[in-house]
């Protein structure tokens, strides 16, 4: 028969937890080490994205071929306007049908479906196609941002890197996201905001291991910028905010009414969706019926052609009159949302920051300030209300335009949208995609409640126990007549457990027949997985899995004497207390 001593004390050791705040270990180090791959390859990848957009503006507006920055409104008029966008987006719809799908809508809500339910897998084919066809749809006049496109891209670059290693997908996870936040602080100089996006909608943890490669990642890129893109605030403008009470709470009410305007636009955008879901044509040819929209958009007010970077300046330098800025917050919001409920290829984030700007600015004509300090609380408004990001928002509006010092308000106005968002809208304009497919996403972080507890806080103390001398003929019988659970703990003389019986075993030994062997000798080959009373809740869940057992003996740590079991059953009370805590009212 085994040493049941011997085995008893390494599956001890084997199961007792290293007890700490955090679960970092060295592989940490390992994936910041790799993050400055990921780093690297999310900054090219920005200025590769950045000269395709210039390289097709150049070619299709202009007739020249050249990677230099060129604005398209310095070419908009006349029939251009409504053949460009058409021909750029039949050429997307060509590359989607034929190339990749994955290359359609704005790319956050695919790399999140990666994330989640791909194991952070993305191919080669959408690393290329993706800054490709963004690059021909927003240089055809398309009304999107390059943020979309570059954090697919991004993240298909660390996705790629990280395949290349033997890592699981949870390490995976961590360096695609490194990669996206790499390509969002390249294109836009703000490393703290792609960090928070990570966090708010991209990442669903927060763990050491993901979040110092996510920093690492985030860091490389900003340090790169300056050689590849530029350096400095991308839309830095002169004027201040009022400070004081009186100013945070005017600061909340334009958040109140961003909110509500990013619940119509989301709304909206699903309703043409919607639409051209019905149409009799295959979806290759809606992205070129958008863009028909586009240009005639165009025609009406060429600045919602593009990215539009050039109309954000000049919303924050508060150069626009309210006329100008109330045509291009309905001017641009209805030819992006129609473009991107095509189905084309682009981004979220610049249209937003147009349309809250615009909202803002407008507000501002009567706010103490004026329109163009405004506009950046607008900007943050609408933004933290569509994505569901109040944090990134908030210091997205302040990295983009290096006004730090107006925090307090673009966290009023992101806190105050994001409260009217959730509680008049199911999903943000991210999810909401992915939930049509069938998947639902829950945004909430909370602590694990199998964390908060102990085993010895939860087993059944003193359990039935069968004695190890007990014979086969005896055991069969017991479980026949007196049996009341499933499974007993098999202890030999000193109360140490060797294993555990079931009804299954019973069942088997009955059909064998009779025989005087006893239950330590069939159990003498098998090993036990036990934990001891200071073994946390979730550790002793995962060995659970590992093991695939419903059931763990506790024993105590100095003796090896049983001295409890945990079902499956015992685990879910902890959460059954949560449940409690969260819905039972008193005082």
Not at 12 to 31: C, E, F, G, Q, T
Not at 332 to 346: Q, R, Y
Not at 485 to 509: E, M, Q, T
């Amino acid at each position: 028969m085994t040493d049941i001593t011997s085995v008893r004390s390494t599956r001890i050791a084997a199961h007792r937890p290293r007890l700490a705040d955090h679960s970092a270990d060295k592989r940490m180090l390992v994936l910041a080490a790799m993050a400055v791959v990921t780093g690297t390859g999310g900054a090219l990848a920005a200025w590769i994205l950045l000269h395709l957009i210039a390289l097709v503006i150049n070619l299709f507006w202009f007739q020249r071929l050249s990677a230099q920055p060129a604005e398209i409104i310095d070419a908009a008029s006349g029939p251009l306007v409504l053949v460009v966008p058409v021909v750029g987006s039949l050429i997307v719809g060509l590359m989607a049908r034929y190339g990749s799908d994955k290359i359609r809508g704005h790319g956050i809500p695919e790399a999140i479906e990666a994330i989640l339910y791909g194991e952070s897998k993305l191919s080669p084919r959408v690393a290329i196609l993706k800054p490709l066809s963004s690059a021909i749809s927003i240089g055809s006049g398309g009304p999107f941002g390059a943020e979309g496109p570059i954090i697919m891209t991004g993240g298909a670059i660390g996705s790629l890197f990280a395949q290349r290693f033997r890592l699981t997908a949870a390490e995976r996870k961590t360096l695609l996201v490194a990669g996206a936040a790499a390509g969002m602080t390249a294109i836009f100089g703000t490393p703290v905001a792609a960090i928070l996006l990570a966090i708010e909608v991209m990442l669903f943890e927060w763990k050491p291991r993901s979040f110092v490669p996510l920093i690492v990642s985030a860091l490389v890129a900003f340090a790169w910028r300056p050689l590849l893109v530029g350096q400095g605030a991308l839309f830095p403008f002169d004027g201040a905010l009022p400070g004081g009470a009186i100013a945070l709470l005017l600061a909340a009410g334009l958040g109140c009414v961003s909110g509500i305007l990013a619940i119509s636009l989301s709304s909206a955008l699903y309703r043409v969706e919607d639409g051209f879901h019905r149409l009799p044509i295959h979806w290759m040819w809606w992205p070129a019926l958008g863009a028909v929209v586009v240009g005639l958009g165009g025609l009406l007010e060429p600045r919602v052609l593009g990215a539009g970077y050039a109309s954000i300046q000049d919303l924050l330098d508060g150069r626009l009159l309210v006329g100008a800025m109330l045509l291009l917050l309905t001017a641009k919001g209805a030819v992006w949302l129609v473009a991107l409920g095509s189905g084309t290829s682009g981004g979220v984030l610049a249209p937003l920051l147009i349309i809250g700007g615009a909202l803002g600015g407008v507000a501002g004509h009567w706010l103490p300030g004026g329109s163009g300090p405004w506009a950046m609380i607008g900007m943050a408004g609408v933004m933290s209300a569509a994505m569901r990001a109040p944090l990134t928002s908030a210091v997205f509006a302040a990295e983009l335009t290096d006004h730090f010092a107006a925090l307090p308000m673009t966290v009023a106005a992101s806190g105050a949208a994001f409260a009217v968002a959730v509680l008049l809208l199911k999903r943000s304009i991210l999810t909401e995609k992915i939930s049509r497919r069938g998947r639902h996403i829950s945004q909430e972080f909370s602590v694990d409640p199998l964390a908060l507890g102990m085993a010895g806080d939860l087993m059944t103390r003193d359990p039935e126990t069968l004695s190890d001398g007990l014979t086969i003929t005896e055991a069969v019988r017991y479980f026949e007549s007196s049996a009341r659970h499933r499974s007993y703990p098999v202890v030999d003389a000193g109360n140490r457990p060797i294993g555990l019986v079931s009804r299954r075993d019973a069942l088997r030994w009955q059909q064998h027949g009779d025989d005087d062997t006893t239950i330590g000798d069939q159990l003498s080959d098998r090993s036990l997985p036990i934990v001891t009373p200071g073994t946390p809740a979730d550790a002793v869940a995962n060995l659970m899995i590992t093991e695939e057992t419903g059931r763990i003996c506790v024993v105590a740590a100095d003796t090896g004497v049983l001295v409890g079991i945990i079902s499956r059953q015992d685990l879910l009370r902890s959460r059954a207390a949560v449940l409690r805590g969260e819905m039972e009212r008193s005082r």
